[in-house]
């Protein structure tokens, strides 16, 4: 209960510990104020806990997550590492989770200021397989933002395992004209072509991302018991 009282004295109370525990870093109070806040404000004793047993970076990167759920598929969008974006899918994905997706891609897109360039990272290796309904609405949903996508995309990178659906999606884009899309087949292939991306736009890249050391944020959701459910951390 010591700790939680070190990041939540006035939750619980008490003073404010003039000299708290070792390691703390007085800022994670509004990072951890902004992550409850974001799940509904709730501060039982059992989040707090969980919070307060959390290190200060992983709450940090956390906040820059966002996970959208709808009957058992989901889209986890990592924004740790703007301006490189990855968005990974997971399972049957529905209508209602593509405009979800759309939504908050409009909703990134719009404060850009001009020049601003990121690049887009997709990982649907954990979806088994889509609708012509689906591609149909993802096609036209994309379709509407596709004049921000051409002012700020760098790179529209997709991760696909499979060598013949992979050069068949490079084909189409070479056939097109599009050469802001592109198909590696896995995700540390999908890291370097982002960062050089960047490199050969002449624009910095982020600090810590790396091909080889990038992990997925799910599983931090689930260790610091952050509903996920309509989440709206980021």
């Not at 990167?61 to 058992?72: A, H, I, N, Y």
């Not at 189409?172 to 982002?194: N, Q």
Request: glycine share 8%; aromatic share 6%.
């Amino acid at each position: 209960m010591g700790r939680t009282w070190a990041v939540w004295p006035h939750v619980q109370g008490l003073p404010r510990r003039r000299h708290p525990r070792p390691g703390y870093r007085p800022e994670s109070h509004a990072v951890l104020r902004r992550v409850l806040s974001r799940v509904g404000g709730r501060r039982d004793v059992a989040t707090e806990v969980a919070a307060a047993a959390t290190p200060f970076a992983t709450l940090e990167k956390v906040s820059s997550v966002r996970e959208l759920k709808d009957q058992g598929c989901s889209a986890l969008i990592d924004a740790r590492f703007d301006p490189v974006l990855v968005a990974s899918f997971y399972g049957m994905i529905t209508p209602k989770l593509i405009l979800e997706f759309s939504a908050w891609f409009r909703g990134y897109l719009t404060p850009l200021r001009p020049g601003t360039k990121f690049v887009m990272i997709n990982d649907p290796r954990g979806v088994p397989s889509h609708s012509p309904m689906i591609r149909k609405i993802a096609a036209e949903e994309m379709k509407k933002l596709r004049t921000q996508m051409e002012l700020h995309g760098l790179q529209n990178i997709m991760i696909i395992d499979n060598t013949l659906l992979r050069g068949a999606f490079t084909a189409l884009s070479w056939l097109t004209g599009d050469r802001t899309h592109c198909a590696v087949k896995d995700m540390p292939e999908a890291i370097t072509t982002a960062l050089q991306a960047l490199t050969r736009a002449g624009l910095p890249v982020p600090a810590g991302l790396d091909a080889r050391g990038y992990e997925s944020p799910r599983p931090v959701l689930k260790q610091i018991g952050l509903p996920r459910k309509g989440s709206s951390l980021g």
